[in-house]
């Protein structure tokens, strides 16, 4: 059992060193909920009348905009602190931190998966706080009851999801200035083009057939709709295994990108992981 407690003990230490750093940035926490916040505070409010929601799937009633935009705005703060993972997996690249974790005594995908489960606690922790001030400002969730177990696997596995794809983007993120540009690319497309403001059939009816096929094939939109559906205790349908299909890639694809004889090595060569051999950082 000394191998596996080892892991396990490595695991627990990245885990509380991510989540003792987010603990001094107070900064890191507020911005992370301004944008929801201000999402739901305003731009729900606003257009409440304006766009109404009919009953469908997974509601069974009519409801309010903002409890429509909840789930979405939730994935936003999974989907924003994924990327942040990924400018801090840059960051420590080019400090050279990574190289050092990377040659621990232990399998390279384990140290990955403990950085992504750090990624994923400090995910939900932000998403705890969203849910605590949207219920005291008067947008209540359906996320407590027998649904609770299947929210919170939706929850963690979107979180788990959207980290793995920060730590793809890290492996191709070469420097910190590349960064802002690169997420453009990545956060707004993903968010906007998803069910996170709008439902996918409104899409169809208004006659936005790109965005429709694009939306559809989002991963994020699944993401979503898992979250949505499994507040109220609905069948999601493929959703859950698009979501897990997605993480296993990414991640897999991320372990891949960091080994020093692939991916990894080739980054430092060009300049972007502390000035070592490329293949220093093997373990």
Known sequence: MAGPMHALQAMRAIVWRE????????????????????????????????????IAEPYDTYIAYDVY????????????????????????????????????????PWILFSKLTATAVLSLLQALAFVLIAWAIGTELPLWGPQTPQVLL????AALMLGALGLLLSVHVKQLENFAGTMNFVIFPMYFMSTALYPLWKLEESGAAWVYQIARFNPFTHAVEWMRYAMYGKDPGWAPWIVLGTLALCFGLAAWGYDPQRGFGALTKRGGGGGGPPGGAGG
């Open 19 to 54: 989540v003792a750093k987010f603990s001094r940035q107070t900064g890191r926490l507020v911005s992370a909920l301004v944008r929801p916040l201000l999402w739901l505070a305003v731009f729900a409010a606003g257009f409440r009348n304006v766009f109404g929601m009919a």
């Open 69 to 108: 935009i909840a789930p979405g705005l939730i994935g936003m703060v999974l989907l924003f602190n994924g990327m942040q993972s990924s400018l801090a997996m840059v960051y420590d690249r080019e400090m050279g931190l990574m190289r050092l974790l990377l040659t621990a005594p232990l399998p390279r």
């Open 154 to 157: 939706a929850l963690v596995s």
